[in-house]
Every structure is written in C-alpha cells, then in structure tokens.
C-alpha cells in the first residue's frame, strides 16, 4: 500500500516535506495504520504536529505512544505541546508532565505544565513536588488552591520550596485565611529555624516579616536577627565586576564580597555606606548605575529590643552607633551603646574620638568615676586632635592617674593644658617620688608651672635639684628660690659649672658665685668660674664686683693661679698708692711673669713704682685679644711708608703681645691681623708714642731719648754733658763686663 511504501523511504532515509505531508495526510485517514512506534515514523508525525496537519484522533494515537516512550525527546515534547495548545486533551497533558518528571525536568517553562495539570486534576504522581520545584524565587504569582491544600498535612518539600509555598501562604491570606491560620505553626518554625542559621533571600524576607509579628524576641532571636536585618542582595550585569565593596563612614575597616553570577550579598548597617564595584583588574568604580539593590527587611523597629538582649553583635552596634551620631539627645541608652561600640567595633579614626569623647564628658559630668576610670585607660590620645587631647589630659589629672598624664605629656607636650592641673599633677607626682630620681618630664612641667607662677615649695626644691636650661631661666629660678630662703646649693653649682661651660660672665652669674661662697662647698667650682670672669677682665671684656675682688685678694696666696695673679695686678695697677703688702706682691709677682714671658700692656702703669725687668720701662707695649693658637701677626711703621710685618707673641691664653722701642720724637701706627683668616680683616689697629718712664734708674734708652730732647731744643752744653756720659757708662760697662 502507499502507506506502506511511505514508510520504507523513510526508514530508508528519505525525507522531505512532500513524503512527510504525503504520510500525515494517510495517518489522518487511518491512524490505526500507525500500530509501531520508531523514530522514522515519529518524526513526520512531529513535523504534522508543529504545522497543525493532524487531525484529533491521529494526535490522541500520536499521544499513546509518546506515553511509552522512557527516554526524553525534547522534538517529542514540543509536538505533544503543540498539539495541547490544538486539541485540548487530557491525556495530551498527563503525558507530558509525566515525560517532564520522568526526566526530571523542573526549568521555568515545564512549570506552567505542572500548574495546568494541577489545575485540571489530572493524577500524576510528584506532580506537586516538580512543580514547586519548577518555581523561581522571584515568582510572586499565587499558588493553586490545590498544592497549598496538598502540602497542608504532608510536607516533605525542600527548604527552598518551603519557602515559596509559605510566601504565598502569607501573601494570600486575605483571601485564604483558613489555609494559613493551618500553616502557621509550620511557617513560623520553618521561620525561626531558617533566622537561626542566618539564612535570608526574598522569600525568606516575607517569611521573617510575618514571623516577627507573631513572635517575642527572646535571646536566640534577638542574636539571630541581626545576622539577616541589614542584608541587601545587589545585582550587577557588568560581567567585568567582580566584587562588591562596602564602606561606611563610621568604621575603619571595608568589607569586600565576591559577585557571583553577578549577584551578592552584602550587609549595610549604616546610613553612610558606600558601595564601590571592582572589576578584575582590582579599579573601583562608585555609582548606582553600575547596579541595582534590593534590601530584604524593615525590621529595624525591633533592634532597640534585640540590643537589650544581645547588644554584642558588631552589625546592630553599628546600626545603633550610626543612630546615635545623629541623635543630639544623650541619655542612659545612648551612652550604653556608644560604650559597647568603642569596645567591640572598629570605629573609624574621627568617629573613635567622637564617640570617646561624649563618653568621657558624659561620666565625668555625671560624676560616675568608675566609668570614667575605665574609659581613660581605653583612650587612645593618638586619634584625637589637639583640644581633645589636652581634654583627656587634664582628666587624667583630674582622676590621679599621673602615669598616663605624665606619659601623655612626653608624647604630645602639655600646651593648652591648665596650669592648675598641671601644678597638681607636678606637687603630687612629687610627693608620691620624692626627690631621689628625676624625670625630665615632671622638670619640665614643674619650669612651666614656675614661668607661669603657680609654683609651690615641693616644685622650688625639685626644680633646684633637677632642672638644667639655659642661663637666664636657670638664674631667674636661683632668684625665687633665694628669695624663698630654700637650699640653692645644688642649683647655684649647676649655674655656676654652665657659665664656665659657655663662657658667660653677665653680672647675675657673679651674684649667683657671691651666693654660693657663703654656703658652697665646691672649691673647684668657684676656682673654674673665677678664673673665668678673670680672663674675661683681663681682656677688657668684664667688670668685676668688689666683693670678689676681696676674695680673691684673701685667697691669692694659697691659690697660686696665674690668670687670677694677672687680673689682681691688672686690678692694683689703676691704683694710686699701694700699700706694702700690695706692693710687695705687685714687685714680686710681676717680675715672676716676666720671667716666664708673660708681658701686658698695664704693666707699664707700674712703672717708676715698681722696678720692671726686661727694659719694659722704656719699651711701648702693643696689646690685642684673639682666639687662643692663632697666627696672630702685626703690621706697623714709624710715619713712613715703609712698614714692618712681624708675628706678636701669645703670652696667655689668647693675649697677643708686642713690644717695640719708640723713640721720643717717633709715633708708631699699627694693626694686628690673623695671617690664616680672610685678608683685609683687622682685629685692631692704632697709633702709640714714647711713654716717659718714671723708673729712677739710667738706661742707655733713656739717656738718648734725653740727648733727643736736648737737641731738639738747642741746648749744646746739656747736650755735650748727656753724650759724655753716655760714653764713660759705655767704656764702664766694657771694663764691667766681657763677651762670654
């Protein structure tokens, strides 16, 4: 027959639209014809089905054998569906869930077929297990009367199919209210089991939602809770993003959550967070257009009860903290929170010294030292700006806690900070140490305390003891505490040894060596200090108060010193008259310098009262004072242009010396010059003539200064008479004396 023939092409492989009609057309005929069930037969029939070419009993057979198949065949699927959408039938439907479950098909588009047979009360087994199984998270639509009456008494589903059914038990009970005053004993334990585990998405969300309203929070709740009320899934079609980063204002630290299939969860606890997307390459991108966001709960109307019950969880801490910084009203509850925030949250740099600083005002106010207590030993002075550290630092005073208040101060100076405080700090630090050790930070308050006159005795006597600065300070000290009666012993050896250290010999530092040489003990001392100030007069650089004066001259003798020896001859030759013992000193004394080449200008001041060795009587002295070693040279002439450069002579300590002889009608001019400095400085010039000696004895010298005195004023006889002198005291000292 033709319908035979038909089939042999195509079990041979033929194919083509006219013997796949032609093959149609013959079934619809007779669709007994069609008593075997192989691919080559099924594949024109599925081709009919698709064009609509069958008629109703031809798909009802088409139906009957697709039902024996037992592996899946997407094209037998869509025939079968096609020819539903056409006919109608029953059987049609049946057997196509039954294909879908038996292959275990539960996409979104077997779903609708799940929901018709349901709807039909068709009987197939699972049918309400695939479907539900079938559905999406995000599905809002109903469920049918029927699964929620089925699943009523015998539920075996999984969670997440649990969570669907629930969600339209609770979105319909307006409508049901029977159904789900029957489910919610079930809902509401499948709700605190899934909280407990701190699971959340949308569905879980209407879930939750319902179940607080039932519920009182008790503890396991109120540290459940916290875990899912700030979720919020982003959602990101940007293949290139790859994490979410979230950033709040109030805490320190990111949190950074990976997309997966461009979708995350992410906590944001605070009003001040910022979301930043980051792609692979680690770039950030900030903007909402990058992303959408969805936040699955308002329950933040039960954190105040959650917090009483478990007030440790870091993301309610933040939540209430971020409340707290925009609520001005300080009550019990909000000092409550905040404490538990600066113990348990890393709060940010600014936020850490907000937060800190209401807390330490706040018990301070109100006088609840334990607390307070606690919170100063919690302070970070590192995070606070200057105001507030020099707050929290009077506090520590305040609260007798002298170790921080003093390690405060070593860090970060004590500017700003009230003296009083600071003079309590000083006198009980004091008190409690005593003065066997020092701290050079406790001196330096105690010195800013005396600047600012809020001293005591106990910081007179500790500053005495311990305090070193500069000159000035430590001399205006000596004042108040010499005008206090205190000990200045110590005080006046440490000014003292630093004067001679830098070489100052200001009027106040002589004040300070007359003080200690009523009481002082330390000879070396006022030795090294005196010779000092004696050097300094002997360079015309100082002026020295009588009373030393007198001390030295009593302790002359027994203290055989040159630098003061020259300063006291230097001292007694502007005297006028001299009295034996001065005298018998300056002859002795003065010649023993010159014998050790220690010539000075004032010496010649002594002449015609002392006898001067060395011819000095007739010779003029050039004097000039520079650094001790130098190459000290001199430049001089005698009115012409002829000019002398020799080398002067350092007889002590930086004292450079010259001596020439100058004849009565000569005037020589001069300047002293360092060879090895910077040419054309002079360090001193000027002009000196002959000096009349008032020495008694006749000298060579003298007596041709006389011949030239006498020749100038035309007196030949004195003239004659001086000249033949000169020649018996020169043919005397020929007889006299003979070259060795």
Known sequence: TAFEDIVKFLKAGQASPLIYYEFCRIANEDPQLIHEWADEITVPLAWGAKRHLLTKDTAMVFTYHAGRIKTYKPFVIRSLCSLYGQFGLPDTLQVICSMLIRSDIVSEESSKWYRLAIEKQLRITKIYEYYMQSLRENDETALPHQVIMYF????HLGEREKAILFTSVIRGRETNPAAYKAYSLMIRSFAKKQLEEGKINRNLAVIYTDFMQHTAIDETIAEALPEVMFKHEIVCNNPDMKEVC????EL??????PLSGGKALIDICTADT????????????LGNNYYTIHKFLRLEGYADRCFELCPHNNKLLAYMFSICEKDYHIDDKMITIRRYAGQYLKLSRYYQRRNLSVLVTYYYEHAEGEFLDEMLLLLDLDIADRATRQKWLELYIVRGMRDKALEAVKKYGYKGVDIKKLSKLCDDEI???GYKTGNEVLVDIAYAIFREGSY????????AKYYIGPADNMIRLWDTIKAFGLDRTEIEEKILAQLVFTENTDESGQKVLLSYLEHGENKTIVKAYVCLISHRYLTDECRIDDRIWEWLWENMVSENNTCRILAMLKRLSYSDSLSDRAKSFCDVKLNEMISKGIVMDFYKRFSGRINLSGGLDDKVILQCTARPGAEIMIR?????????????TEVYHGIYVKELSVFSDEEVEYEFFDKKSQPGIILKKGRAGYERSGAADVT???????????????????????????IRLDEAAEKLFKML
């Open 456 to 463: 005591s005795d106990n910081i007179l006597k500790y500053l």
């Open 431 to 433: 008190e409690e140490s």
């Open 636 to 648: 001089y002439s005698f009115g012409g242009d002829e000019k002398n450069v020799s080398a002067a």
């Open 252 to 257: 320190e630290e990111e949190t950074i959550t």
């Open 274 to 285: 910022t979301i930043y997307l980051i792609d692979d390459k680690g770039n950030r991108y």
């Open 700 to 726: 060579r010298f003298g007596m041709l200064n006389t011949m030239i005195k006498y020749s100038r004023k035309k007196d030949v006889d004195k003239l004659y008479g001086q000249m033949e002198q000169y």
């Open 152 to 155: 009523m008494y015998d539920n």
């Open 246 to 249: 979230v950033v709040s204002k």
